[in-house]
Protein backbone atom coordinates (compact mmCIF):
# COMPACT_ATOMS: atom_id res chain seq x y z
CA UNK A 1 0.00 0.00 0.00
CA UNK A 2 1.46 3.12 -1.19
CA UNK A 3 1.56 6.25 1.84
CA UNK A 4 2.73 9.55 1.12
CA UNK A 5 5.41 10.25 4.00
CA UNK A 6 8.92 12.57 4.45
CA UNK A 7 12.14 11.31 4.22
CA UNK A 8 15.85 11.75 4.66
CA UNK A 9 17.49 10.40 1.92
CA UNK A 10 21.51 10.52 3.62
CA UNK A 11 22.32 11.68 6.88
CA UNK A 12 23.01 15.34 5.24
CA UNK A 13 20.05 16.25 2.98
CA UNK A 14 16.75 17.75 4.77
CA UNK A 15 13.70 16.03 5.02
CA UNK A 16 11.93 15.91 1.44
CA UNK A 17 8.82 14.26 0.51
CA UNK A 18 8.68 10.90 -0.38
CA UNK A 19 6.06 7.84 -1.44
CA UNK A 20 6.53 5.09 0.56
CA UNK A 21 5.04 1.07 -0.06
CA UNK A 22 3.85 -0.20 3.18
CA UNK A 23 3.58 -3.52 3.80
CA UNK A 24 0.51 -5.69 3.15
CA UNK A 25 -2.04 -6.42 6.32
CA UNK A 26 -1.14 -9.39 8.02
CA UNK A 27 -3.45 -11.34 10.31
CA UNK A 28 -2.23 -9.80 13.30
CA UNK A 29 -1.95 -6.18 11.60
CA UNK A 30 -3.60 -3.05 12.18
CA UNK A 31 -4.12 -0.54 9.56
CA UNK A 32 -3.81 3.15 11.17
CA UNK A 33 -4.40 6.59 9.62
CA UNK A 34 -2.25 9.17 11.26
CA UNK A 35 -3.38 12.17 12.58
CA UNK A 36 -0.44 13.56 14.56
CA UNK A 37 2.85 12.83 15.14
CA UNK A 38 5.24 14.38 17.65
CA UNK A 39 8.74 15.39 17.02
CA UNK A 40 11.62 13.73 19.39
CA UNK A 41 15.29 14.80 19.59
CA UNK A 42 15.87 11.19 18.83
CA UNK A 43 14.39 11.84 15.12
CA UNK A 44 16.93 14.09 14.88
CA UNK A 45 20.02 12.18 16.12
CA UNK A 46 18.60 9.06 13.76
CA UNK A 47 18.84 10.78 10.58
CA UNK A 48 21.79 12.30 11.12
CA UNK A 49 23.69 8.99 12.01
CA UNK A 50 24.62 10.37 15.47
CA UNK A 51 24.00 7.44 16.91
CA UNK A 52 26.22 4.80 13.77
CA UNK A 53 23.23 2.42 12.88
CA UNK A 54 21.36 4.94 10.70
CA UNK A 55 19.99 3.12 6.90
CA UNK A 56 18.23 5.51 4.17
CA UNK A 57 15.54 6.41 3.12
CA UNK A 58 14.45 6.90 6.51
CA UNK A 59 11.07 8.20 7.56
CA UNK A 60 11.84 9.19 11.09
CA UNK A 61 8.75 9.30 14.01
CA UNK A 62 7.55 7.21 16.82
CA UNK A 63 5.03 9.44 18.75
CA UNK A 64 2.28 8.27 16.54
CA UNK A 65 -1.92 9.02 17.13
CA UNK A 66 -4.12 7.92 14.71
CA UNK A 67 -7.08 6.03 14.04
CA UNK A 68 -7.63 2.46 13.26
CA UNK A 69 -8.90 2.30 9.77
CA UNK A 70 -8.45 -1.46 9.37
CA UNK A 71 -7.66 -4.95 11.40
CA UNK A 72 -6.54 -8.38 10.70
CA UNK A 73 -8.80 -11.14 10.98
CA UNK A 74 -7.46 -12.00 14.40
CA UNK A 75 -7.11 -9.02 15.89
CA UNK A 76 -9.64 -8.80 18.84
CA UNK A 77 -8.14 -5.33 20.94
CA UNK A 78 -9.09 -3.18 17.88
CA UNK A 79 -11.88 -1.64 16.02
CA UNK A 80 -12.15 0.31 13.39
CA UNK A 81 -12.73 3.74 14.48
CA UNK A 82 -10.42 3.36 17.56
CA UNK A 83 -7.96 6.26 18.30
CA UNK A 84 -5.07 4.61 18.87
CA UNK A 85 -1.25 5.22 19.40
CA UNK A 86 1.93 3.68 18.33
CA UNK A 87 5.23 4.38 19.77
CA UNK A 88 9.03 3.53 19.34
CA UNK A 89 8.63 -0.32 19.15
CA UNK A 90 6.71 -1.94 16.76
CA UNK A 91 7.96 -5.47 17.28
CA UNK A 92 10.14 -7.87 19.23
CA UNK A 93 11.00 -12.20 19.59
CA UNK A 94 8.16 -12.16 21.80
CA UNK A 95 9.67 -14.92 23.48
CA UNK A 96 13.37 -14.31 25.18
CA UNK A 97 13.28 -13.53 29.32
CA UNK A 98 12.89 -9.89 29.36
CA UNK A 99 9.91 -10.19 26.56
CA UNK A 100 8.85 -12.23 29.72
CA UNK A 101 8.82 -9.67 31.84
CA UNK A 102 6.85 -7.01 29.34
CA UNK A 103 10.68 -5.82 28.86
CA UNK A 104 9.99 -5.66 24.95
CA UNK A 105 12.62 -2.72 24.84
CA UNK A 106 15.48 -4.39 26.51
CA UNK A 107 14.43 -7.99 23.76
CA UNK A 108 17.44 -10.15 23.88
CA UNK A 109 17.26 -10.17 20.64
CA UNK A 110 16.73 -6.82 19.73
CA UNK A 111 13.30 -4.86 19.98
CA UNK A 112 12.56 -3.77 16.43
CA UNK A 113 12.01 -0.07 15.83
CA UNK A 114 9.30 2.12 14.65
CA UNK A 115 11.91 3.47 12.29
CA UNK A 116 15.08 3.03 11.55
CA UNK A 117 14.71 -1.19 11.63
CA UNK A 118 13.75 -4.02 9.99
CA UNK A 119 10.68 -6.01 10.08
CA UNK A 120 11.06 -9.47 11.71
CA UNK A 121 8.95 -11.20 9.02
CA UNK A 122 10.38 -9.59 5.55
CA UNK A 123 13.91 -8.24 6.48
CA UNK A 124 12.17 -4.57 5.00
CA UNK A 125 13.03 -1.33 6.44
CA UNK A 126 10.78 -0.15 9.10
CA UNK A 127 9.53 3.50 8.43
CA UNK A 128 7.79 5.69 11.27
CA UNK A 129 5.12 8.82 12.14
CA UNK A 130 5.75 11.36 9.60
CA UNK A 131 3.46 9.70 7.08
CA UNK A 132 -0.37 9.12 6.37
CA UNK A 133 -0.62 5.72 7.50
CA UNK A 134 1.48 2.83 9.07
CA UNK A 135 1.01 -0.88 9.76
CA UNK A 136 1.38 -2.59 13.01
CA UNK A 137 1.11 -5.63 14.84
CA UNK A 138 -1.64 -5.53 17.43
CA UNK A 139 0.40 -6.24 20.16
CA UNK A 140 2.60 -2.78 19.67
CA UNK A 141 -0.67 -0.39 19.47
CA UNK A 142 -1.73 1.25 22.45
CA UNK A 143 -4.94 2.48 23.58
CA UNK A 144 -5.26 6.36 24.05
CA UNK A 145 -7.89 7.00 26.52
CA UNK A 146 -11.36 9.18 26.03
CA UNK A 147 -11.05 12.31 26.90
CA UNK A 148 -7.19 12.73 26.17
CA UNK A 149 -6.52 16.18 23.77
CA UNK A 150 -5.30 13.68 20.38
CA UNK A 151 -2.51 16.43 19.58
CA UNK A 152 -1.28 16.80 23.24
CA UNK A 153 -1.26 13.05 23.58
CA UNK A 154 1.38 11.79 20.81
CA UNK A 155 4.40 13.08 23.17
CA UNK A 156 3.19 10.92 25.21
CA UNK A 157 4.20 7.48 23.41
CA UNK A 158 8.04 8.29 23.44
CA UNK A 159 8.53 11.40 25.94
CA UNK A 160 6.09 9.92 28.44
CA UNK A 161 6.98 6.49 28.60
CA UNK A 162 10.81 7.72 28.83
CA UNK A 163 10.35 9.51 31.62
CA UNK A 164 7.37 7.36 33.23
CA UNK A 165 9.39 3.96 33.08
CA UNK A 166 12.74 5.61 35.76
CA UNK A 167 9.45 7.32 37.86
CA UNK A 168 8.14 3.64 38.49
CA UNK A 169 11.37 1.51 38.19
CA UNK A 170 12.83 3.72 41.12
CA UNK A 171 9.65 3.96 42.98
CA UNK A 172 9.46 7.60 43.00
CA UNK A 173 6.35 8.64 45.39
CA UNK A 174 4.94 11.35 47.25
CA UNK A 175 7.80 10.89 49.95
CA UNK A 176 10.31 10.90 46.51
CA UNK A 177 13.04 13.86 45.94
CA UNK A 178 13.20 14.33 42.37
CA UNK A 179 15.50 16.57 39.71
CA UNK A 180 15.40 16.72 36.11
CA UNK A 181 18.24 17.85 33.73
CA UNK A 182 17.15 20.14 30.58
CA UNK A 183 13.73 20.94 30.38
CA UNK A 184 12.96 20.02 26.58
CA UNK A 185 9.73 17.34 25.36
CA UNK A 186 11.34 14.88 27.85
CA UNK A 187 12.04 17.09 30.89
CA UNK A 188 8.80 18.86 30.92
CA UNK A 189 6.90 15.30 31.06
CA UNK A 190 9.32 14.55 33.79
CA UNK A 191 8.17 17.03 35.63
CA UNK A 192 4.30 17.00 35.20
CA UNK A 193 4.43 13.02 36.18
CA UNK A 194 6.80 13.41 39.38
CA UNK A 195 4.48 15.87 40.08
CA UNK A 196 1.54 13.69 39.58
CA UNK A 197 2.93 10.87 41.71
CA UNK A 198 3.37 13.33 44.48
CA UNK A 199 7.12 13.56 44.45
CA UNK A 200 8.57 16.99 45.19
CA UNK A 201 10.48 17.73 42.11
CA UNK A 202 13.29 20.19 40.78
CA UNK A 203 14.75 21.50 37.47
CA UNK A 204 18.27 21.65 36.80
CA UNK A 205 18.49 24.22 33.57
CA UNK A 206 20.95 26.08 31.58
CA UNK A 207 18.41 28.56 30.77
CA UNK A 208 17.36 31.19 33.14
CA UNK A 209 14.50 31.85 30.60
CA UNK A 210 12.96 28.45 31.47
CA UNK A 211 11.79 29.32 35.30
CA UNK A 212 8.57 30.34 35.41
CA UNK A 213 7.38 27.81 32.73
CA UNK A 214 9.41 25.16 35.58
CA UNK A 215 7.20 26.00 37.86
CA UNK A 216 4.06 25.83 36.40
CA UNK A 217 4.61 22.71 35.06
CA UNK A 218 5.29 21.34 38.30
CA UNK A 219 8.92 21.94 39.83
CA UNK A 220 8.72 23.38 43.20
CA UNK A 221 12.12 24.39 42.65
CA UNK A 222 14.57 25.53 39.75
CA UNK A 223 18.14 25.18 39.55
CA UNK A 224 20.66 26.99 37.35
CA UNK A 225 23.40 24.27 36.58
CA UNK A 226 25.33 27.16 35.44
CA UNK A 227 25.74 28.73 38.99
CA UNK A 228 28.02 27.25 41.83
CA UNK A 229 26.27 28.03 44.47
CA UNK A 230 22.87 27.12 43.25
CA UNK A 231 24.55 23.51 42.60
CA UNK A 232 26.27 23.93 45.93
CA UNK A 233 22.60 24.52 47.78
CA UNK A 234 21.22 21.31 47.22
CA UNK A 235 24.04 18.68 47.42
CA UNK A 236 22.98 15.95 49.15
CA UNK A 237 19.14 16.13 48.45
CA UNK A 238 17.93 14.02 45.31
CA UNK A 239 16.67 10.14 45.55
CA UNK A 240 16.59 10.37 41.40
CA UNK A 241 17.45 12.51 39.17
CA UNK A 242 16.92 12.00 35.38
CA UNK A 243 19.56 13.57 33.01
CA UNK A 244 17.15 14.55 29.40
CA UNK A 245 20.55 16.42 28.10
CA UNK A 246 20.93 15.31 24.13
CA UNK A 247 24.53 15.74 23.95
CA UNK A 248 28.06 15.33 25.86
CA UNK A 249 27.94 16.93 29.51
CA UNK A 250 29.85 16.54 32.41
CA UNK A 251 27.82 15.02 35.37
CA UNK A 252 30.20 15.04 38.09
CA UNK A 253 28.01 18.03 38.88
CA UNK A 254 25.34 16.80 39.46
CA UNK A 255 26.71 13.45 41.31
CA UNK A 256 26.88 15.02 44.42
CA UNK A 257 23.59 16.53 44.46
CA UNK A 258 22.05 12.75 45.32
CA UNK A 259 21.29 11.81 48.10
CA UNK A 260 22.43 8.94 49.95
CA UNK A 261 21.25 6.16 47.73
CA UNK A 262 20.48 8.22 45.42
CA UNK A 263 20.46 7.53 41.39
CA UNK A 264 21.24 9.63 38.29
CA UNK A 265 19.93 7.54 35.19
CA UNK A 266 20.77 8.42 32.13
CA UNK A 267 17.98 8.71 29.51
CA UNK A 268 19.32 11.54 26.67
CA UNK A 269 23.04 11.17 25.88
CA UNK A 270 23.96 8.11 24.18
CA UNK A 271 27.76 7.56 23.73
CA UNK A 272 31.22 8.09 25.92
CA UNK A 273 31.03 10.79 28.07
CA UNK A 274 33.94 13.52 28.53
CA UNK A 275 35.22 14.41 31.33
CA UNK A 276 35.12 10.56 32.65
CA UNK A 277 33.01 10.29 36.24
CA UNK A 278 34.87 10.45 39.46
CA UNK A 279 34.12 7.48 41.69
CA UNK A 280 34.73 8.90 44.88
CA UNK A 281 31.11 10.87 45.58
CA UNK A 282 29.27 7.54 43.84
CA UNK A 283 31.54 5.75 46.77
CA UNK A 284 30.92 7.63 49.27
CA UNK A 285 27.33 8.03 49.06
CA UNK A 286 26.06 4.74 47.31
CA UNK A 287 25.19 6.48 44.48
CA UNK A 288 24.18 4.76 41.14
CA UNK A 289 24.44 6.23 37.53
CA UNK A 290 21.92 4.18 35.73
CA UNK A 291 20.16 4.40 32.32
CA UNK A 292 17.19 3.59 30.71
CA UNK A 293 15.33 3.26 27.38
CA UNK A 294 12.06 4.12 26.67
CA UNK A 295 9.32 1.44 28.42
CA UNK A 296 7.93 -1.71 27.77
CA UNK A 297 4.15 -2.44 26.17
CA UNK A 298 2.30 -2.89 29.33
CA UNK A 299 4.08 -0.11 31.02
CA UNK A 300 3.00 2.39 28.28
CA UNK A 301 -0.44 1.40 28.25
CA UNK A 302 -0.47 1.79 32.16
CA UNK A 303 1.08 5.51 31.51
CA UNK A 304 -1.12 6.23 28.93
CA UNK A 305 -4.21 5.52 31.19
CA UNK A 306 -2.34 7.26 34.35
CA UNK A 307 -2.44 10.37 31.88
CA UNK A 308 -6.06 9.84 31.07
CA UNK A 309 -7.07 9.60 34.76
CA UNK A 310 -4.96 12.97 35.90
CA UNK A 311 -5.77 14.46 32.06
CA UNK A 312 -1.66 15.28 31.25
CA UNK A 313 -0.94 15.59 28.21
CA UNK A 314 2.42 17.34 26.41
CA UNK A 315 2.92 21.35 26.09
CA UNK A 316 2.61 21.42 22.05
CA UNK A 317 3.46 23.24 19.34
CA UNK A 318 1.54 22.67 16.11
CA UNK A 319 3.35 22.03 13.02
CA UNK A 320 2.57 21.55 8.88
CA UNK A 321 4.79 18.85 7.94
CA UNK A 322 6.24 21.53 5.36
CA UNK A 323 7.70 22.95 8.14
CA UNK A 324 9.80 20.24 9.63
CA UNK A 325 13.15 21.33 8.53
CA UNK A 326 12.96 24.64 10.13
CA UNK A 327 11.13 23.11 13.89
CA UNK A 328 14.15 20.25 13.33
CA UNK A 329 16.89 23.58 13.88
CA UNK A 330 14.74 24.83 16.62
CA UNK A 331 14.49 21.88 18.60
CA UNK A 332 18.39 21.37 18.15
CA UNK A 333 18.61 24.56 19.58
CA UNK A 334 16.34 24.44 22.71
CA UNK A 335 13.78 26.95 21.04
CA UNK A 336 9.93 24.59 21.50
CA UNK A 337 7.84 24.91 24.08
CA UNK A 338 8.41 22.03 24.81
CA UNK A 339 6.91 19.87 22.17
CA UNK A 340 6.64 19.84 18.41
CA UNK A 341 3.59 17.59 16.61
CA UNK A 342 3.01 17.30 13.12
CA UNK A 343 -0.52 18.07 11.94
CA UNK A 344 -0.58 14.80 9.14
CA UNK A 345 -3.47 16.35 7.84
CA UNK A 346 -0.80 19.20 5.99
CA UNK A 347 0.73 15.73 4.30
CA UNK A 348 -3.00 16.04 1.85
CA UNK A 349 -1.57 18.85 0.43
CA UNK A 350 1.88 17.92 -0.88
CA UNK A 351 1.74 18.35 -4.66
CA UNK A 352 1.93 14.87 -6.51
CA UNK A 353 4.91 16.55 -8.60
CA UNK A 354 6.49 18.69 -6.24
CA UNK A 355 10.04 18.84 -6.88
CA UNK A 356 11.94 15.89 -4.57
CA UNK A 357 8.95 13.58 -4.34
CA UNK A 358 10.86 11.05 -4.84
CA UNK A 359 9.39 7.91 -5.81
CA UNK A 360 5.94 9.99 -6.82
CA UNK A 361 5.02 9.55 -11.12
N1 LIG B 1 16.41 6.72 26.58
C1 LIG B 1 15.42 6.74 25.72
O1 LIG B 1 14.69 5.76 25.55
C2 LIG B 1 15.12 8.00 24.97
C3 LIG B 1 13.83 8.25 24.48
C4 LIG B 1 13.57 9.46 23.87
C5 LIG B 1 14.57 10.40 23.70
N2 LIG B 1 15.82 10.11 24.14
C6 LIG B 1 16.91 11.10 24.01
O2 LIG B 1 16.72 12.06 25.06
C7 LIG B 1 17.34 13.29 24.68
C8 LIG B 1 16.37 14.43 24.95
O3 LIG B 1 15.30 14.36 24.04
P1 LIG B 1 14.22 15.54 23.96
O4 LIG B 1 13.34 15.18 22.83
O5 LIG B 1 13.67 15.80 25.30
O6 LIG B 1 15.19 16.77 23.54
P2 LIG B 1 14.91 18.34 23.64
O7 LIG B 1 13.46 18.61 23.55
O8 LIG B 1 15.83 18.95 22.64
O9 LIG B 1 15.37 18.73 25.14
C9 LIG B 1 16.67 18.60 25.61
C10 LIG B 1 16.96 19.67 26.68
O10 LIG B 1 18.26 19.41 27.22
C11 LIG B 1 18.92 20.64 27.53
N3 LIG B 1 20.16 20.69 26.75
C12 LIG B 1 20.29 20.65 25.41
N4 LIG B 1 21.60 20.67 25.05
C13 LIG B 1 22.31 20.71 26.20
C14 LIG B 1 23.69 20.74 26.51
N5 LIG B 1 24.63 20.72 25.53
N6 LIG B 1 24.07 20.77 27.81
C15 LIG B 1 23.15 20.80 28.78
N7 LIG B 1 21.81 20.78 28.54
C16 LIG B 1 21.40 20.72 27.28
C17 LIG B 1 17.96 21.76 27.16
O11 LIG B 1 17.26 22.13 28.34
P3 LIG B 1 17.65 23.46 29.21
O12 LIG B 1 17.53 24.60 28.23
O13 LIG B 1 16.61 23.44 30.26
O14 LIG B 1 19.03 23.26 29.74
C18 LIG B 1 17.01 21.09 26.19
O15 LIG B 1 15.75 21.72 26.15
C19 LIG B 1 17.73 13.12 23.21
O16 LIG B 1 19.10 12.81 23.14
C20 LIG B 1 16.92 11.92 22.75
O17 LIG B 1 17.54 11.22 21.70
C21 LIG B 1 16.11 8.94 24.76
ZN1 LIG C 1 11.64 9.59 21.04
ZN1 LIG D 1 12.59 -10.76 23.21
Not at 62 to 73: L, Q
Not at 147 to 158: M, V
Not at 165 to 193: D, E, N, T, Y
Request: aromatic residues 6%.
Amino acid sequence: MKTLSYAAQSATDELAPYELQRREPRPNDVVIDILYCGVCHSDLHQARDDWGFSTFPMVPGHEIIGRVVSVGPVVTRFNVGDQVGVGCMVDSCQHCASCARDLEQYCEEGCTFTYNGFDRVDQSATQGGYSQKIVVSDKFVLNIPDGLDLKGAAPLLCAGITTWSPLRHWKVGPQSKVAVIGLGGLGHMALKLANALGADATLFTRSPGKEADARSLGASNVVLSTNEAQMDAVKGKYDLIIDTVPNNHDLNPYIPTLAVDGTIVMVGYLGELEPPIHTIPVILGRRSVAGSAIGGIAETQEMLDFCGEHGITSDIEMVNIQDINTAWERMANSDVKYRFVIDMASLDTVAVNEPGCVGRP
